[in-house]
Nanobody, 124 residues
Framework: QVQLVESGGGLVQAGGSLRLSCAASGRTFSRYAMGWFRQAPGKEREFVAA????????SYADSVKGRFTISRDNAKNTVYLQMNSLKPEDTAVYYC?????????????????WGQGTQVTVSS
């Protein structure tokens, strides 16, 4: 069982930056691939970024590639999402998720554990 708690969301102007954190409970965090997803009002949840258990492989949605960076610190049981050059269309609730398999997945139904989400609002 893994419990995930996101933090770091907030209100930022377009062009600004935020860093989201996701703290995980449990001693097996390093065995999980981790992902970030987001859901905007009236839209389906979408993939943002993912990182393998070792941190050696990452993947990004085209909409955030070059602006967002996912990373993890297994010693701290934490995964991060650094978001730069934010746009109003990045406004959403951001969720982190854990996948018991070591590889990366872009599909939310393949993740086993989810956090409660953190709101990111980008003003124009």
């Amino acid at each position: 069982q893994v419990q995930l708690v996101e933090s770091g969301g907030g209100l930022v102007q377009a062009g600004g930056s935020l860093r989201l954190s996701c703290a995980a409970s449990g001693r097996t965090f390093s065995r999980y691939a981790m992902g970030w997803f987001r859901q905007a009002p009236g839209k389906e949840r979408e993939f943002v970024a993912a990182i393998s258990w070792s941190g050696g492989t990452t993947s990004y949605a085209d909409s955030v590639k070059g602006r967002f960076t996912i990373s993890r610190d297994n010693a701290k049981n934490t995964v991060y999402l650094q978001m730069n050059s934010l746009k109003p269309e990045d406004t959403a609730v951001y969720y982190c998720a854990a996948d018991r398999r070591p590889g990366i997945s872009w599909y939310d139904n393949e993740y086993d554990y989810w956090g409660q989400g953190t709101q990111v609002t980008v003003s124009s």
